[in-house]
């Protein structure tokens, strides 16, 4: 069985997690975090063009918007 890890490719001027990526050949997925923490969006692309499923969060935690 293979195992998919989230690579981080940006941090925050803080030092915290911006922009983590997981490459699955065929599409990306993405997280993006908030400076202070907490999950922004989530997302995926293919061929450098929004593919599947974002959620954009509130800083609060909850979700503000899904778009398909």
């Known amino acids: 069985m293979k195992t998919n890890n989230w690579q ?19 599409i990306v997925k993405y997280k993006k975090s908030f400076e202070g923490g907490g999950l922004h969006v989530t997302g995926g692309a293919a061929d450098g063009k929004p593919e599947g499923l974002h959620v954009i969060y509130f800083q609060s935690g909850g979700i503000e918007m899904t778009v398909n």
Request: glycine letters at 10%; a negative charge; charged letters at 30%.
């Open 8 to 26: 981080v490719s940006e941090f925050h001027e803080n030092g915290n997690k911006k922009t983590e990526l997981l490459d699955l050949g065929f």
